[in-house]
C-alpha cells in the first residue's frame, strides 16, 4: 500500500499550491481519502476528505479556500490551496481509510502518507 504526495512547496501569503496523493496498493475506490497536518508544536489535525460514499469535509479553517478533488482513473486525490496563510505552514499528510468523512477526522486512519511541507510566509 501506497500513498505519494507531492505538491508541497513555500509560497507567499495569499499564493496557491496544489497537492497531490497517489494511491496504489488497495482498493481505491471503496475507501474515503484525506488530508491531515501538523504544524510544529501541535496535534496533527484533519484538513479535507472526499468519499464517493458521503461526498467531501473541510474544516472550518480551510472552507472557502481548499477544495478537495479525486480522479478516479488515476487514483489520486488532489487538494486546491488558495489564498494560503501562514497559518496554513505544516507538513501535510494524505490518508486513506475505510470510514466515510462524516467521521474520518475521528478514527484511527488505515494508511498514511510519507507527508509534505508547506510553508506560507508573511
Known amino acids: 500500500v501506497q500513498l505519494v504526495e507531492s505538491g508541497g512547496g513555500s509560497v507567499q501569503a495569499g499564493g496557491s499550491l496544489r497537492l497531490s496523493c497517489e494511491a496504489s496498493g488497495f482498493s481505491y475506490g471503496d475507501y474515503s481519502i484525506g488530508w491531515f497536518r501538523q504544524a510544529p508544536g501541535k496535534e496533527r489535525e484533519g484538513v479535507s476528505c472526499?468519499?464517493?460514499?458521503?461526498?467531501?469535509t473541510y474544516a472550518e479553517s480551510v472552507k472557502g479556500r481548499f477544495t478537495i478533488s479525486r480522479d478516479n482513473a488515476k487514483n489520486t486525490v488532489y487538494l486546491q490551496m488558495n489564498s494560503l496563510k501562514p497559518e496554513d505552514t505544516a507538513v501535510y499528510y494524505c490518508a486513506a481509510d475505510l470510514a466515510m468523512c462524516g467521521i474520518f477526522f475521528g478514527v484511527v486512519i488505515d494508511y498514511w502518507g510519507q507527508g509534505t511541507q508547506i510553508t506560507v510566509s508573511s
Open positions: 472526499i468519499s464517493s460514499r458521503d461526498g467531501t
